[in-house]
T-cell receptor
Framework: DTAVSQTPKYLVTQMGNDKSIKCEQNLGHDTMYWYKQDSKKFLKIMFSYNNKELIINETVPNRFSPKSPDKAHLNLHINSLELGDSAVYFC???????????FGPGTRLLVL | AQSVTQLDSQVPVFEEAPVELRCNYSSSVSVYLFWYVQYPNQGLQLLLKYLSGSTLVKGINGFEAEFNKSQTSFHLRKPSVHISDTAEYFCAVYTSGTYKYIFGTGTRLKVLA
């Protein structure tokens, strides 16, 4: 039973393309997050959703648009991909703000 | 503004030796503190957290951390490490009233045989 799943696991694409990453959690959590981890392992929060509502948008370019169709899903759509978008993107969920975050396995995005 | 500093980017240590990974934070309000571990090619998982109460927190895999408010530190310790502890360790701070976690830059623990 995978608690937090992400698809795809790997994504290789050309600059300028549009791509989506899907995230699903089966833990019944109210809060979901997207993080970006760069090549130096630096982890930075991008978005936080609580009960399908956007709580945090950490100065992420407008090319990134999260969508939460229901509490169990938080998808990330990226328009006009750039070289600098290459990173590992992690989805996470938690029962609440100070509760344990459960991370997905990550999506490794490479923009050529 | 809140911040988290992990001074050591890499810590090599021999198997069965003790280890301490340092974490300092800055915040003007109440914070909650976490340590997460990331094994190669995996997502992060929680080792331990401090929310309130006893300043010595015990976590999984024999790790513990001590919250020191006066020194604004939350150092992670293990008395005897194993090869399997080789991983990246992240300290994180959550500020009360937000949904925002700030992670440190990580410390790569490499356990040598």
């Amino acid at each position: 039973d995978t608690a937090v799943s992400q698809t795809p696991k790997y994504l290789v694409t050309q600059m300028g393309n549009d791509k989506s990453i899907k995230c699903e959690q089966n833990l019944g959590h109210d809060t979901m997050y997207w993080y970006k981890q760069d090549s130096k392992k630096f982890l930075k929060i991008m978005f936080s959703y609580n009960n399908k509502e956007l709580i945090i948008n950490e100065t992420v370019p407008n090319r990134f648009s999260p969508k939460s169709p229901d509490k169990a899903h938080l998808n990330l759509h990226i328009n006009s991909l750039e070289l600098g978008d290459s990173a590992v993107y992690f989805c996470a969920s938690s029962a609440g703000p100070v509760e344990t975050q459960y991370f997905g396995p990550g999506t490794r995005l490479l923009v050529l | 503004a809140q911040s988290v500093t992990q001074l050591d980017s890499q810590v090599p240590v021999f198997e069965e030796a003790p280890v301490e990974l340092r974490c300092n934070y800055s915040s003007s309000v109440s914070v909650y503190l976490f340590w997460y571990v990331q094994y190669p090619n995996q997502g992060l998982q929680l080792l331990l957290k401090y929310l309130s109460g006893s300043t010595l927190v015990k976590g999984i895999n024999g790790f513990e951390a001590e919250f020191n408010k006066s020194q604004t530190s939350f150092h992670l310790r293990k008395p005897s490490v194993h090869i399997s502890d080789t991983a990246e360790y992240f300290c994180a701070v959550y500020t009360s009233g937000t949904y925002k976690y700030i992670f440190g830059t990580g410390t790569r623990l490499k356990v040598l045989a």
